[in-house]
Structures are given as C-alpha cells and as structure tokens.
C-alpha cells in the first residue's frame, strides 16, 4: 500500500517494502533505501542509511496527519495525504478559484484600525484592517483587487484566532 | 542590604534577575498578571503576587498594585527589569517615598533621558556630539514643515518620550510630512502617553553603537565598552555583538569617555546604556540613553566577566564600584541572537501559542536565557521575545562557527519563531564579513529568508519518518481518537461553508 | 587538513568532541556498540559505524573493528577522547600505519608516560621533583617487603601500567604487605593487562593539582594552569578548580615550569595534564601525566579562554601554536561538578537506568555537557559519569555562589544519581573555605550526606502534591491500567515466596 | 476520605476538604493549606501557599503509587498508601523479623569473586560476593550473623537486577 507524503511543496510516493526489528526497507518515488530505523523517544527517531546520521524530531500539528519535522540541519513541514486530504485539498482549489475571500487573522490580537467600509472598491495589497498583538501591529491587505462586501469587525474590539475580519468580492 | 527583591516583570529578563539575587542569597517576589500564572518566573520565584488582569496596563504598568504587592511580601527593593516601569520616573519616584530601593537611576536621571528633548540639551550642553536637528518639542504641523524644510530632506520625526523604535518616522519628501507626523504622534500617545514629537536629520547607512556604563553612589562611573547593535528590523534589534566590528581603539575610547560625560551630566546611578548613531564616516553622535538594564546585557557580561544584575544590586546597596577602569578588558566575542515568537513568512507576525518542545544548545561557549517550557503557552498581551541565545568565541571568527552549531541544535515546536531566519542571518556574507548597517535586513531580506540546503538524502528521510510515524498512530489509534480524525470532516464543513458565506 | 573525524569515544566526551569539530566545519563519525545504538553521540554525528558487542573491550577497545569503521567512512583522523584507547599506544602507532592521524601525543609519549616507572625515570632526569620510591617494578612479594620496609610506612603500591586510580593500595604496616600487592596486582592485571607494580612513599593529606599543558609539533609548549582536583571519592575526581585555593603565583609559575619540562622531556605534541601531588608544606611531587584530554577539561577552557579540542586538533593538523604564555592569564573561577548515575545512600553504587526527567540549570556563568536525554537508558557496561556541570564566577566566592544556585536547578529523575551529594560538599565548610585534600570526602561523609533542610511547610507542599496526582490518576485510570495495578499484587506474591524460598 | 501519605521515613495522614477550580483546602495531619494548586505539565504543578511559590515535580515509579518528588531546594520519595500497600508493608514486617535472608544485586552487572561458600558461618558485615558493573566494584556484606545455606551465582556470571545471590540464615 503506498500513500503520498507532503514536504513542504514536494508531493512524494511512499511504500513499505519490508520491515525487520530496526531494518527498514522503504522507496520514496521509486528509490529504494535500506535503512536502520530506531526511535528513541516521543515522536523522535533515529535513522541510519549508509552509516550516515539523520535524527528526526516530529512534532504533530492538530492530529495525526500532519507534523513540523526536524533535523539537526533543517525543519520541515509533512502532511500525510490520505482519502480526507485529498477531499479538502480539492475543496481548497476549489475556493481559491472562488470570486469571494474572507479576511482573518491567523493570531487572537485587537483591532486597532479599520481602514475601509462597506462597499469601498479596493486595490490589491490595500490595507483593509490593523490588529495589534504582542506589542506589534499588523497590517491585513487585500490579496487581489476587489469591493468591500462586508467588514466583521469594530475598531478596539478583541479578536480570536482566526475571526473573520472582512469579506471581499473580487473583480 | 537588600533582602528581598521584587521583580517588577516578566519573561526571560524576570527569571535572569531572580537567578543573580539567588545567588547573592537574596529572597525574590514575582508579581504576574491573570495570563501568566503559569510563566515561569512565577514557579522560578519565593514568592509570587498576582497584580492584576492579563493586559500590562492593568498589570506590569500598575504601580499601585506592584507597590502593594512590595509592601504585603516585605520587599525591600525593586527590580524593574526592561521595558514597562524600568524608564517610568514616577514609579521610581514612587518607591523612594515609600521606603523600597528602585534598583536604578534616581527619577530627575530617568526623566532627563527619558525626554529626548531635555537629553539632546543636556547632551549638548556636556559636550557630547548630538545629531543635527531640532532642540524644542513641535507642536503644530505648520512648524514641523517649516523645521525639516531647514533641516533638509532625510529627516527623522520622534516621539519626545520614545524609545524602542516607537513613534518613530522617516521623511523624505515633503509629500509625506504630514502623514508621517501623524502617525509618529498616534503611536507615541499610545505608547507613552505623550504625543510631543522633535525633528532630527536623518543618518543614512548608520551603525547602532551602544556603550555600557556602571555607575555607584560615591561618584565612580566605568564603561564596559560597546554592543553593535545594527542588526535591527522595524527598529528592533535582532542580534547584538562585541566588540563591534568597525570600532578601533581609539575611537572605543573616545565613545566610552563621552558615555561617562553623558552619565555624569545626569548624575547618574546604577547600569544604563548610552546609545550612539555612527555614519558612513565614522562620526558618531549621541542618540539616546537608556536608563535601565538592556535586553542585550549578557554579551557584555561574558566579554567583560561581569554580572550586571550583581553590579546594580551592590550600587543599589550604596556599595562603592570594584571595578576599575584601567582593568576592565574585552576578552575575546560575544553574539546574541533574540528568539521571538513571531512567523518570519508571514511579515513576522507574533505568534503566541503553545510551546510543545524545546531542544537547547549546550557545551563550550554558550549561554542560554529563556523564559518558555514545553507545555508552556505564550500569551498574547506581550512582548514575543521568548529567550536568548548569547554565545562567545575567542575572536569574532570563533564566536561566528560557535554561533552555526549552537543555533542548528535550537529548536523550538509548537510556535512559529525566528531561529532559521536567525541562522539566515548568521550565513550572510555581509555579516560574516562584519559589514552592515542598521538597513542591513531590510536591503537583504530575500536572502536571508533563504532556508540551508537539505544535506544527502535528508528529505526522504524525514518523508519516511513522517510517515512510519503516521503508519504507527493509525495501528494505535482508540476508538476515541477515531472520533476525534471524524470530527475533522465535520470542522471541515463548518469552515468552507463560512468560507463560501 | 582534518576534513573527517572519527571520534573513538562515547558518553559527554564524544558529544563534545563533535561539537567543536561541526564548528570547525570538520564532518563527524561516531562508533559505537550494541548498548549505544540510541547513545547521544550517535544520534549528533553525521555518521555512524557499529562497531561490536556492548562490553568495552569488544566494541570500544577494538582496536581493529575502530580503524575499520575509519577507513570505510574515510575519516582521516581518530579523536580519542580520555579512558578507552586514549592512552594506548600501540593505537597510536596503528593509526600512524594506517595513515590515519591519531589527534594525541606520539607512541613513544604516550609509552613512555604510560609506564610509571619509565615515567619516573625520565622526570629524575629532566629535574622534575618526584615522591620518594622505588625506581624499578617490583617482581617479587620479597622484594616487595623490603623496599616498603626501607622507605618506610606508609607507602603507596602503584600500578606501573596505572591510571584513574585503579590498581593502587595504601599499606600502613606490615602485616597488610602481601594483601595489599595481591590485590593491586589482579586489579592492574584486569584493567591494564600488565601486573608490574612500584612503591612510593604515601603522601598525607595531600593536594592533587595538575597543569595543562599544549604542545604543537614545532616545539612551543604553553601551559594553561593548574587544575586543583583533591575533591575525590576513591582515586575518583568528583569537583575540580581553578585557580587551585592553595597556589600563590610563585608557586603556580614553578609548577607550570616544570609541568612545561615534563612535557618537553617526552618530546610531547597536543593537549596534556602533568599531574602533581602536593603536600602539608606545599612541596610538589611529579605524579604522572595524562597523555590526552582531561575529563575537567572545561574549568581551564572557561578561564583562559580556548577551546581545548580545537587546539587539539589545529596541533594534529601540524598549525603551530596561536597561544602564547606570556599573553595567558586566568580571568576569575572555574568550578565542575562530576553528575555519576550513582546511589550516594547505598555505598554510591553504579545506578544504570532509564532517565525520566531532567531540568538542566540555565543563565549566566553556566555550562552544561551531558549526554543523557529524557528516555534514554543508561547501559551498564561503562563510566557512570553522565554530566558535567561547569560554572564561572569572577573570582572564587561569586563561582561558589553561582554553583548553589545552579545545582539547585540541577533534576535528573528515574536513575540515582549524586547531584544532592555534590550539593553537601558545596556547602560543607572546608569545601567553602578552600581547606580540603583528597581525604576531605572520607573525613567528612556524615556531614555530606545530609539534605538540605526543608523550607516553610515545603514537606507539607510535597505530600499534598503527590496526592493529588495520585487521585488524578485513579480517576482517569483505564481498565487496561487497573489490571497492570492487580499485577503488582501478583508480581508480590512471587517476590514473596522468593524472599521466603 | 483520607489517606496516609509517606515522605521518606514520615507518615501523614491528608484530607483533601474542598476544591474550586485552582483553589484547594487540603488538611495535612489537620493542618489546613488554602492553596492555588495549579498543574502546568506532565507531572508538574505550581502551588501558591500564602504567596510563597512551590514548583514541585513529581516521577512516577512503578506505577501512580510511588514519586521521586522534587522541589527547587529539595528530593524526596513518597508513597501514597492504601489497602494495597498497607498488606504489602505487613508482610515486609514479618520479613524483617525472619531468620532468613536473600542478599541480591539492585543492579545487574557481573560476578568478580565469591568470599563465602555453603555452609560457611559469616560474621555481621562480612563481605560475600563482588559485582561489577560501570567499572566499579560493589562488595555484598552480610546483614547480620549467620549461616549461608546456598550461593546462587558462579564466579564471572552475568546477573541481572534484583537477581539472588547468596541465601543466609541469621543465628
């Protein structure tokens, strides 16, 4: 059975050819590797291929699907992609083709500026809303050209993560 | 002698501070807010005082509560740390009616320096070079336009009360006073209450160059040389070294010399940092003083072989200074690297959450100051500096490789931070050369967001670990947790449909 | 140039040998046994070669399996680290052979020094003072009476091939004469393979101070002070110093004089210690020199300001000295505290296990080198040694300070270890006052074992924690976890018939 | 309902009177502790006692009955005891009291010597047999005076933990 692993915007087949103890034998798009597989804590893993050293840290990210992965050199995002995955990624396409966007704010802060009302026409990477959270302001832009179809916010009001600021139509 | 101090902060500096007087044998007293009963200076601490809700204005700026919490736990100093009350004069002023030691400059020292105007004036009157500009407060937009016209285009509009890199603007057009004006004016309201603002002309390609100063009660002042400070984004330093790559000794001499006047014309007391601009040509000029430990301090503590928090308690003791002047040495380089909490790919916004783990660079050379634990939730009302990694090498070369291997063993899961952008930095030609200016991230952003290249075979390593570890979870998986995979599908429905309106 | 290392070690030593290679951009390779598939040193190299089953002398002391591993990873030079093969010198000579570079003294250094007897020899001849005793190995039980009865009670019975005091006995009258050989002997025989022993006449109360020295293939030898080690359980270092309490700079100049000398009369080449015993009245005795790099290495590093693995490995790389002595100093203390998997209240039996938890001290003036992680499971076949703790101060009492607070933080859970042993001798009084020989364990044990009193109602505090947890767990308790309770009743009911038979 | 507690060699009796939320009132020995308990991870937990801060930190061993528990100054090990553990005590007691004892290794390691052979009367202290393991030796002596009826352990054996070595009969 293989599955498709997700690094960063790499998209990779992956299938467990055979495993003995320790003894990994594995292919990532095709390419075989023989490997010496131990993991030594929660979600920690050493690996040996060819002598050569990997130590993996993963660190799951809501769930079971999806990790922060990283070794002594670099860090990564993974996402295992299954049935689901592929279910929401297709949706995703499909919303990004969409004609409408929600504005939000990835982190919980406070409005201090709404910079656009209902109806305003605005261009792209216009600044529609600034929200301030650790001592810092930010500023939200408009992805692309488009009305103002609705702001959800007031100036001075608290936010959560991921609340909706404003909703565009794009022209 | 102080007994008990009460650590009027929070974070990575409140920790650093209770860890000096522990050692000197001196109880401490955290206070915290409602968001950080469970940070760590309040397990780290004796005691511990909740002083009010979680944003600072009600809490770590409330200097009644802080008073009170002085006076229930019997403290008989106050540590203000960095930031909040450290540069506040009527705070300062405040304990000394109340009979508890501020451990820090008198309130007539911090509010000479606090107000940049007074401090340009007093600067200029002890002979220390000042940057050209204005020496009055601007009150109305018409003079602002009349002043930079004379001065000519660059110029700088600040916030009288500033500091931090707040309330700050630059002009270069006449365009865009007005605006400009404005909004320097909104910030310094908000940020000190204060929205009086003065005009400087505006150094290009300048070098951020502070000196350290030690001052006691009996007269005695020694300055512990520089920190280059221009690695700065948005105004906010990033990495600190010593000595810094551009000084020569003289030119370290003559700065230091002028830090000790720009002290000594405030009769100042206990550490402070007095700051300098320096151009193209090596012309430096007086910028500001901080009146208060800098966040930076511990590069200087490992190239002079100082511990500063020791020093201000003994001043603040009434102890004469040991150290001497003539023995005060730098050995060999220090660098800090500030860890923030704050995503680099996303216009470094802050990033509060959960820490879920920590690994922490050990071994020869590297020093560690940190404020967060895995488990640890970091809020959102503060400042996202989450710990500080100070590392030293024999010579600037030395501190550099030192720097490659303590910064590839950090890692910090759960929040997004700054330490592969710090590594970016690390690896850039202009700073390994030593050759950059306060524009330096600014001119090399592209470049620095650059993430190390992936070494043999390693992501399909980290492709195959991922997955045998997803392959494990599934076999292990409870019912329970199959439930909680399905209410994914469901979370999913809710959000596409708010995202279709 | 080096450009690969092979690291022929395991534990701290081998994590801190590769740090400073990845500093200096040098590729790494662990070896490593059946025990230590999961060992630290593995998981940080960038390479990893098994190299044999868990018992030293089929993994670590295989000569042949090591330079198998070196030339298949094609490392072109072996670190030996201390113990194991770093003072073997047929090892040395293998790599010579092989064409690999051994980063260490020569076959004939490391022989001559090996060997106590030639070792003694030499340093009459070069003029360095040693303890009065015989100058050959003695062969017979015969012999051996009457030499000790001519040098007269009590005298020391030393290995020749000795080292980390293994193989020495203490003989106070006659009657214990032959015992005492029997067992120094069968010890030597078993760690060193070599039974040949000399007598010394036993020094009371003595120091145990050593210099480390460098020595590059040009001919200039510098030496980096004294490291005062009398802190000892068993011939075993517990806590070294430096600066040593009881040198004055006379003293510290003669000794680090004749140390240089020591070295030179062996035509020495890398990074060594020439160890000195020091009596009541301060005269010094050449005791024996360590032809590698020391365990407390890092209180010299921290206070003259090298790394002394980089040192090492510019000398293999035939780079003449940047070091030079008249430019050495010492800038304040340097303290290290030996972490053992040990049980301090059961006669400091070896305590192998699996760790835990562990909280490692942070902040200013500390070092940690460790190579134990939470999960990790210390093996039994080799040193108990598990970290090391490294504090600075400016001068003596600000690094006895620090060391309080620091140890203080110091947790390691799930093996037995000595962290609150190393507590007691910290704050014992002769330990405070500098007044201590390698007796000062011994003599006070009682004193040293005690734990520190419990503060406020902290007992109280503890109980109620513990249960509270404790009705946590019951609450949440799956029925898979309530049968694993029921089979401690079971697992009790056979210990119960065993312990009755 | 309460329980008894034990902290190294001291036995407390505690009663947990009422909680609300992070507020406790525990009795110690009919001491009352008003206390903000509060958990901040796996086995950690920060108390506020009349202001003073306590970090305690607690490892299980074997099993939910038994910690190491450790302070910022101190370590301690405790117990909680129930029915359990009372039966197990009572029946230590009446081992204690025998006349027999098995001398066994708390670590695994090696054989080096055996000092006593069957039969042998062996005076109180007197060594029995030598374990190495991490390069120390590590002498068993005998409790008390006695007879030792069996050596279970050859010389240059591998033992394991808790493994028996010598069996005694006290006189």
Redesign the interface.
Same mark, same amino acid.
């Given at each position: 059975m293989s599955?498709e692993?997700k $690094?960063n915007d790499?998209l990779?087949r992956?299938e467990?050819i055979n495993q003995d103890g320790n003894q990994?034998l594995?292919s990532?798009?095709g *390419?075989e590797?023989e490997?010496d597989?131990v993991q030594i804590g929660k979600?920690s893993?050493s690996?040996l291929?060819k002598n050569?050293s990997?130590n993996?840290?993963?660190?799951p990210v809501?769930?079971? *699907?999806r990790? #922060?992965?990283?070794? $002594? #050199?670099?860090?990564?995002d993974?996402e295992?992609i299954d049935a689901?995955s592929k279910y929401?990624a297709s949706?995703k396409r499909e919303?990004d083709a969409?004609d409408?966007a929600?504005i939000s704010s990835?982190?919980?802060?406070r409005v201090v500026s709404i910079m656009v009302s209902e109806g305003e026409t605005v261009e792209a990477g216009q600044s529609l809303v600034i929200i301030s959270?650790? *001592?810092?302001e930010?500023e939200f832009r408009a992805p692309r050209a488009g009305k103002v179809i609705s702001v959800m916010v007031t100036e001075g009001q608290s936010v959560e993560a991921r609340q909706?600021l404003v909703?565009l139509e794009y022209s | 002698m102080i007994k008990k101090v009460l650590v009027a902060n929070r974070g990575e500096i409140a920790?650093?501070i209770i860890?000096?007087c522990?050692?000197?044998?001196i109880r401490t007293?955290?206070v915290y807010s409602d968001a950080d009963?469970?940070a760590l200076h309040?397990?780290?601490? !004796? &005691?511990?005082?909740h002083i009010g809700p979680s944003p600072s204005a009600d809490s770590y700026l409330n200097i009644d509560n802080i008073i009170k919490a002085a006076r229930?736990?019997g403290a008989d100093a106050i540590h203000p740390g960095y930031g909040f009350l450290s540069e506040n004069a009527d705070f300062s002023q405040r304990c000394k009616k109340e009979g508890i030691i501020f451990i820090g400059p008198s309130p007539s020292a911090i509010s000479m320096m606090g107000d940049k105007i007074t401090a340009r004036k007093t600067m200029l009157k002890a002979g220390v070079p000042v940057v050209p500009g204005t020496d009055d407060r601007i009150t109305s937009d018409e003079q602002a336009v009349k002043v930079i016209k004379e001065t000519g285009f660059p110029v700088m509009i600040k916030a009288s009360a500033g500091g931090g890199g707040k309330g700050m603007r630059l002009v270069s057009r006449e365009a865009d006073i007005r605006s400009a004006l404005r909004s320097a004016r909104s910030e310094a309201k908000t940020a000190f209450g204060d929205d009086s603002v003065f005009i400087e002309k505006y150094i290009e390609s300048p070098h951020h160059i502070e000196f350290q100063i030690l001052a006691d009660s009996h007269g005695n002042i020694v300055q512990l040389f520089e920190r280059e400070c221009s690695i700065q984004r948005r105004h906010q330093k990033i990495i600190e070294e010593t000595p810094s790559p551009i000084l020569n000794p003289e030119m370290r001499k003559k700065m230091g010399d002028d830090a000790i006047t720009a002290a000594r014309a405030v009769d100042y007391e206990g550490a402070g940092t007095v700051e300098f601009i320096v151009d193209r040509d090596r012309n430096y000029y007086f910028l500001e003083m901080n009146t208060r430990l800098q966040v930076e301090h511990?590069i200087t503590?490992r190239v002079v072989?100082?511990?500063l928090v020791?020093e201000q308690i003994n001043i603040a003791n009434g102890k004469p200074l040991r150290l001497r002047q003539k023995e005060l040495k730098q050995?060999?380089h220090a660098i800090e690297f500030r860890v923030y909490? &704050?995503d680099p790919e996303?216009?470094?916004?802050?990033?509060?959450g959960v820490v879920?783990?920590i !690994?922490?660079p050990?071994?020869?050379?590297?020093?560690?100051?940190?404020s967060i634990? &895995?488990?640890?939730e970091i809020p959102?009302?503060? !400042?996202?500096l989450i710990a500080k990694l100070i590392v030293w090498g024999?010579d600037r070369k !030395?501190a550099l &490789?030192?720097s490659?291997?303590a910064l590839?063993?950090f890692?910090i899961?759960?929040v997004r931070n700054n330490l592969?952008f710090l590594g970016g930095i690390l690896r850039s030609e202009g700073f390994v050369k030593g050759e950059y200016t306060t524009h330096y991230i600014d001119e090399n952003r592209d470049i620095l967001m650059k993430?190390?290249k992936?070494?043999?075979?390693?992501?399909?390593?980290?492709?195959?670990?991922?997955?045998?570890?997803?392959?494990q979870?599934?076999k292990k998986?409870s019912p329970k947790?199959m439930t909680?995979?399905k209410n994914?599908?469901k979370d999913?429905s809710r959000v596409?449909s708010?995202?279709?309106?």
């Open positions: 599955y692993v $690094l790499r990779a992956v467990v990994l594995v990532v798009d *390419k590797y490997l597989f979600g893993y690996i291929h050569r990997y993996v840290e993963l660190i809501n769930g079971i *699907k990790y #922060q992965a990283h070794t $002594l #050199q670099n860090s990564f993974v295992i689901e929401i949706r919303h969409a409408e929600v990835p982190i919980p802060g959270a650790m *001592k810092m930010s909706e909703l | 920790v650093r860890r000096s522990r050692e000197m044998d007293v955290a009963r469970r309040v397990l780290y601490a !004796d &005691e511990a005082f229930l736990s511990p503590e072989g100082v511990d020791k050995h060999g909490a &704050e996303n216009n470094f916004m802050p990033a509060p879920t783990h !690994d922490i050990y071994g020869v050379g590297v020093r560690v100051d940190g634990y &895995e488990g640890f959102l009302y503060y !400042d996202p024999k !030395d &490789e030192r490659r291997r590839k063993e890692k899961a759960g592969l993430n190390e992936c070494e043999d075979h390693c992501e399909d390593i980290v492709i195959i670990t991922a997955f045998m570890e997803y392959l979870k599934v998986a947790e909680a995979i994914n599908w999913y596409r708010v995202l279709k309106l």
